[in-house]
Nanobody
Framework: QVQLVESGGGLVQAGDSLRLSCAAS????????MAWFRQAPGKEREFVAA????????YYADSVKGRFTISRDNAKNMVYLQMNSLKAEDTAVYYC????????????????????WGQGTQVTVSS
């Protein structure tokens, strides 16, 4: 059974940095793409970043491009989201996700491309 467990959220000030982690288990991690999504109160879930199986390809939402970096360590079954220059509008619950099928989804920025989700970790940025 696939399990995803996020960690690393917290309360920070605008301009600070934070690194989120997601531990995956239950299948061969390196065969599957990984992604981060977020959901702010009263808003729909939105795509943040995605990474291919090898880590050679990454995708970002325009709102985080240049500030956030997604990476993975296939030896440790971990995916990370390094968040720099945080803004108040980055406040949300952050979720990691992975698809049912191996490889990179055709639409990596769409939530329905992913079948497995973690429980989320709260990130709060004070201005």
């Amino acid at each position: 059974q696939v399990q995803l467990v996020e960690s690393g959220g917290g309360l920070v000030q605008a301009g600070d940095s934070l690194r989120l982690s997601c531990a995956a288990s239950g299948r061969t991690f390196s065969n599957y793409a990984m992604a981060w999504f977020r959901q702010a109160p009263g808003k729909e879930r939105e795509f943040v970043a995605a990474i291919s199986t090898s880590g050679g390809s990454t995708y970002y939402a325009d709102s985080v491009k240049g500030r956030f970096t997604i990476s993975r360590d296939n030896a440790k079954n971990m995916v990370y989201l390094q968040m720099n220059s945080l803004k108040a509008e980055d406040t949300a619950v952050y979720y990691c996700a992975t698809p049912f099928f191996d490889g990179m989804p055709k639409r990596p920025n769409v939530g329905s491309s992913y079948e497995y989700w973690g429980q989320g970790t709260q990130v709060t940025v004070s201005s």
